[in-house]
């Protein structure tokens, strides 16, 4: 793949990731095409300057990702299927039987120690989704450290640096800005690539 196809890949895939959160219809599908832009430039990339860590590590950053936002549907989905349970809410009939929102015990669930056990819990579903957050920021910031120094342009390492640092400030809620900056960042890094200049065509 020649380097001026990746980079646009690159800078476009970026671009369809900084702009998917304001489309609520095609959020998912433009994120997504976005992200498997990305990585074709990334495995580009990596290819054209023989550095595997570029592809790899973009890579298990992505994953880690995928990964942590799977445990993360799942440990909510069993909290709120306990906290219904503890309300004397049987879920298989609930949504078939509208006598069975009469049956729910109230007084019983919302007790001090009984709301703050599932508080509890979603509060660790956050931290295990936050923990694989600040992980796939490490792996991508290694992944955008050595795309800078093979590529000459710095801004792919600032943009590491601040999606590191994003990922961190999740807890606070204003890393989720600063992540999003970092799409922009990210998508004028890919452009500022520059090409191999073209060669004369040989005397004859």
């Known amino acids: 793949m020649e380097i001026q196809t990746t980079k646009t890949l690159g800078g476009v895939g970026a671009l369809l990731l900084v702009i998917s959160p304001f489309l609520a219809v095609y959020s998912a599908v433009l994120g997504l095409v976005g992200l498997i832009l990305v990585l074709i430039a990334m495995k580009g990339l990596s290819d054209h300057y023989s550095e595997s860590g570029i592809f790899n590590n973009a890579l298990y950053g992505v994953l880690s990702i995928i990964v942590g936002a799977v445990v993360f549907v799942i440990a909510v989905f069993m909290t709120l299927v306990d906290f219904f349970r503890d309300m004397g809410l049987d879920l ?3 949504w ?22 599932h508080v509890a819990a979603l509060l660790g579903s956050l931290v295990i989704l936050f923990v694989f957050v600040v992980v796939a920021a490490i792996f991508l910031r290694k992944s955008l450290t050595s795309l800078s120094q093979k590529t000459g342009v710095g801004l792919f ?21 600063l992540l999003w900056v970092c799409l922009i960042l990210l998508a004028v890094a890919f452009f500022s690539i520059k090409t191999e200049a073209a060669q004369p065509p040989p005397a004859t």
């Open 157 to 177: 390492g600032t943009t590491g640096l601040l999606l590191l640092i994003g990922a961190v400030l999740t807890i606070i809620l204003v890393g989720a800005l």
């Open 92 to 94: 298989s009939t609930a």
């Open 96 to 117: 078939t039987d509208p006598a069975a929102i009469s049956s729910i015990h109230f007084e019983d669930t919302l007790i001090f120690d009984s709301l703050m056990t």
